[in-house]
């Protein structure tokens, strides 16, 4: 007996394809609708029934290709001019209590008008900024921007002049690598990493911390729990990236037959829990095998070279180590995948979907079949992720709501709806499918899945720390990490891998660690000193680090937060060695604006009486250990000239260490406060 239809009831909708790719049965005329029609059919069939989708996943990926390769490539940011200057003033007039002065010089004021800013400044330090408020003859009559201080009031009474007028301030810390990254980062450099909750989630379990993207990851699978797994539909630029290079391999490669049902079809939810019992056994290895970091370290490692040969030079782009080749077939193995079948990496293995389908378990909308259905199957053909089963209902934990088989289906059948919607349902095992919930074999499959799940991620965590960093013997590897950097063992749960702080990198002075610590360094940043030194005028690694492994320090902090200690090897250095002269290192330094390297007299000869001959000896570096901050600039410029250029050298002979008291590596808190105590105590007396 036919059961009585369900009375409907009103809740939401969401379906949102165009009105344009219905057929219709009415003989076809040539709009513009129809010819849209024929264009979207011509680029794919999924690209007629969702056309919605592929708009939004064409944006997403357009944003997330924006994002790596423009906002974070440094190479827009140029150092600020330096801009005029005067000199050769002299102070005619200075009223104390307003600021007010006039300086005075033979040359008058030529190229000055009133109205303009300049800074004051005695002996290559800027006393403050001041208006010019009139130009009579010789004379410049001067306001201070702000009031006064009492030190800068002594500097103009005391300061020896002459004086000279600067259009930009001398000697001000650049920040033009800084300035940039905020500039272009309209939208966070780090948005799309931020939102793939695996990352956020194993971090914070492996690193027993509060991690700030957890929230981000939390709204992302709220808004997932509207539009159940949309971020594998619609957002996510590796699955987009996969629809391309399946798009791309079309019909013209025959792929291998894999079958409907398996083992294989669960592997992502073992591969999730493998990655969550590593990460509680304070190993993170979801960067190896998440959805983003998998697409941000792939671009790294091949697209961010051809970026940098083609855009500057090809000597600039650094040597592979065998961590590069590894992640670069993780990379190219991901899209092999699709050999197997569209999207196998997105339905069967990808951790980062595995969260989202276990979320639709909460989910308020979903896809429902109505009774008109007529068994023609479209559906079950057209859709990307295997959601749709036998008999057109729907697999729930996998269904994205990309509502392609809503576009195919003939008689609008498909609806997306509210979870709780009544409507007259097609009936269920209609064509019958045989299917149960979960037969034996399918039970035992689930069991020693989640059995090698569990033992692999236990596995990988205790062989891990087994051959891993050794962060208690003081002669194991001690990388230098990037300014900013948590503490070390902390900083090896939080990094993610993604590879995101060596794109913004200027220079490449963070590339990919190999497998010096073991498993558990691979792929993690380290500051190559020999390639190139930390920038002065940069901190843009920990503004775009997604988890906070670098912190995002401003520009004051990171300028002060030391890497490591730039140590002077005495055998190899030239003036030390008594083998020519030589202040590579303390001119980059000073230049830089560190000051941390000093010169001493070594090697003088004596005359007879004891006096020291004139023209003996040099003068030679040594490190000033409160100033110095490790940044590598002076090691890159004796290996480069030294080394590389003159041949005098086979490394550096000033190399930057990190490790047990060479380094700041604070979870929180300010380095400038912990430099200031340092000074404190190291004030005679204190
Ligand atoms: S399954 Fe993974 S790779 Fe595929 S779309 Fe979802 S998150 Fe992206
Ligand atoms: S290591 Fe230095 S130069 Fe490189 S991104 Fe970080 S702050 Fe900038
Ligand atoms: S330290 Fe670099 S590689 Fe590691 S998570 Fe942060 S940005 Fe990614």
Redesign the pocket.
Known sequence: MNEPPQRKRSGFRLDHFLPFQRTSSKPQQKTVATSVRKLLRRIGPTMLSSPVRRVVQTFCFLLFAWLFFYVCWPYHAKPQAVGSIQEGWRIAEFDQNSGGLSLEREDGAKDLHAGQKRFLVDQGAAVGRFNITAIEGKRVRLMPDAPLSAKQIDQMLFGAGPWALHETEPGKWPSHYTDDLARKEIVPAETFLII?PLVSLSTAIAARSWVWSLVCAGIILAVCVLIP?G???YL?P??TL?DLFDWAIGRRVTRFRVAKDGWWVHI?YYLLLAVLIAAFGGVLISGYVA?IPVITRGLLFIGEPLQSGFAREWHLVPSMNAGHVVSILLFLGVLALGLLKP?F???YV?P??AV?SVANLFRVSERKVESSCINCNKCVTICPFDAIKPDFTTRVTDCTLCQTCGGVCPTHSIKFVDRWHVMDLKAVNDPPTGETALGRRGFMSLITGSGIGVAGGGAIAATTKLWGANLDDPNAFHPVRPPGSVPEPAFLDMCIRCGECFKACPNNVLQAEGFEQGLEGLWAPMVKADWAGCESSCNACGQVCPTGAIRALPLAEKKVARMGLAIVDQHACLPHANREACQLCVDECHAAGYHAIEFVQVHTEVDAAGQPIEGTGHLAPVVLTDKCVGCGICQTRCYGINGLEKNLLKQSAIIIKAGEGREDRLMTGSYLKLREAEALRSKPGS
């Open positions: 793939d797994r971020f594998c539909g996510c590796l699955g996969i992502k959805a999207r990496w997105c339905k990808c980062s979907g989202f």
